[in-house]
Every structure is written in C-alpha cells, then in structure tokens.
C-alpha cells in the first residue's frame, strides 16, 4: 500500500513540478561506519533523505529529513556531491551531504523501520546500487559518477 501511495504521488507531482529535487546523508559514527536505513515503502538499504520543500535550502532539507527519519541531531555537515537521475518522465537531483559527529536516536517510524551501521566496504545484502556506487565514492572521498 505504501509503495503504490508514494509512486502514485510522484506520477501526480511531477505533472506540476518535472523536476524533483531531494536530499540525501551519509551520517557517519565515530568508528568510521555510513548509517543506513530500511525504508518502510521500498526495498533494500538506503542513506535517509528526502523531498526538499518549496523554497527550502537543501541544507536546511536535509536536518529535517534526518532528524525526522532517524532523530539525528548535531553535526558538522558537508556537501559532497549532486547527482541525477531519470524517474519516468522527470528528472530526480539528490544532493547527498555528509555528516560527522551527530547523535543518532532512532525509534522506527512511519518512513524508516530500521537501521544499521555499517563499513564502508563491507555493506548489508539488499544495499541499493545507488547507494553501492556512493559508498565507493565516499571510501575514495571523491565524486566520481553524476548519475544517482
């Protein structure tokens, strides 16, 4: 049901915005290891993120997103890359940020149900080809594809 709402709500927003612009955290610990999220209405492990707002910063996006999603608060954050990527008939930009020194204080929610920390290269099963290449990416500390 979940699945079929958010895709039935993207086909009706994109007729009136054919962009859509989002956000993305690689939220790191102090040992080094990527936060990752299962998504409650899509498969596999994801960064959390999500839609900016009409007229919000991506900066000030992204702090909603991840404080809503997995209660991070604190942090120094850093832009680290803008991809794209073809959705149906529109174009999808995600800016991904990283955030280092945060805290974390997450209770399964209505967009995220769980969590998990992990190495940059070794991540869980079912970890989403987007989020692969980022991870290669981060573990060189350099942007490398534009396509998310």
Known sequence: MGRLFVNLFI??????RPVAFGVAGAIFDSRGRVLLVRQTYVKGWWFPGGAIGLG???????RREL?????????QMRLFGIYTRRLWWLTHVVA????EGGDVHFS????????????????PPGTVPPV?????????????????
Request: hydrophobic share 50%.
């Open 11 to 16: 086909m009706v927003r994109s007729l009136f």
């Open 56 to 62: 919000e910063a991506p900066e000030m996006a992204v």
């Open 67 to 75: 404080h809503e999603e997995v209660g991070l608060s604190g942090g």
């Open 96 to 99: 991904l940020y990283v955030i």
């Open 108 to 123: 399964p929610n209505l967009e995220v149900s769980a969590i998990s920390w992990e190495a940059l290269d070794a991540p």
């Open 132 to 148: 692969l290449r980022r991870l290669a990416e981060l573990a060189a500390g350099a942007q490398q594809d534009e396509r998310w």
